[in-house]
């Protein structure tokens, strides 16, 4: 199963998957999830057989307006790079490796960029232990900490050089 561009006709079931796992990656209107998929720099998905959303991702970069407070914290510390703004991994597709594809994916496509770096934020609060074991496996390593002032969510901002 290979990553593909997210079309305009896969939105619904898109924005209901990140709805979904909105403790994770925050909820977001069909309006605003599309805006934000128009404005990222990648915004890929993995299909099921079915056709259905088995996972998919959204990154935005140095050249994307600021998209938020924790991007905007990248913003203002790094002059080029790629942000996942949220990965989001279907229930039943968990486990698979769908979300290493996704990132590797996005490497690719920040290197032929020239993007030197790869950046994200994890929730510290509410935890989320499973994506920052995730982020350490892939070589994410911390870069700072904030409370996102939309929702008191605490979390913790990683990067990854890319070589």
Known sequence: ??????????????????DAHAA???????????????????ARMIAAPDGSPAAF?????????????????FLARHPRFAYVDRVVVADGWQGRG???????????????AGLPLL?????????NPGSMTFHERLGFLPAGEASD???????RYLVRALR
């Open 1 to 18: 199963m290979a990553p593909r561009a997210i079309a305009p006709a896969d939105l619904p079931a898109l924005n209901a998957l990140n």
């Open 24 to 42: 994770a990656v925050n909820a977001l209107a069909p309006g605003d999830f599309a805006a934000l998929v128009a404005v990222a720099f990648s």
């Open 57 to 73: 991702l959204l990154a935005l970069s140095h050249e994307t307006p600021a998209q938020g407070p924790n991007h905007g914290w």
């Open 98 to 112: 769908l979300g290493r594809v996704l990132y590797d994916d996005l490497a690719t496509q920040a290197r032929a």
């Open 119 to 127: 950046a994200c934020e994890v929730n510290l609060d509410p935890p």
């Open 149 to 155: 002032p939309r929702n008191g969510k605490r979390v």
